[in-house]
């Protein structure tokens, strides 16, 4: 599984790839904010993305409506990871249809949570799309 981690901060970059290395992921590409993030997913293929909230250039809610609106990208399982308390600016997230949500800061256990919780789904999804074409 190749993991893009997207955040501005190299420090939390290195916490998150550090997390996930520990989970045994071990295919992860670095991204400094969303541009940087939408260049990548344009030239490789990725499983999934991790990225921070808050950033220059291009926030998180911005890569993510980007990529919904991109028929190559829009697949692709997104992860927000933010210190964001804001009830309002979560639901608008929601409401983008982002597949996780971690609050910093945060613990591995939670992480790998998530990353169950979104593998989980993406399967569901996948088995319920071979299904519909099988029938059809």
Known sequence: MRILVVDDMPLMRHVLINMLRKLEYSDIVEATDGKQALELLQSRHFDLVISDLHMPKMNGKDLVST????????????????????????????????????????????????????????NSSQRQSQVLESKA
């Open 67 to 122: 990529m919904h609106n991109d028929n190559k990208l829009k697949s692709i399982p997104v992860m927000i990871v933010t210190c964001e308390d804001n009830k309002e600016k979560i639901h608008e997230l929601i409401k983008e249809r982002i597949d996780g949500f971690i609050v910093k800061p945060f613990c591995l256990t939670t992480l790998e949570k998530q990353l169950k919780y979104i593998m989980a789904k993406q």
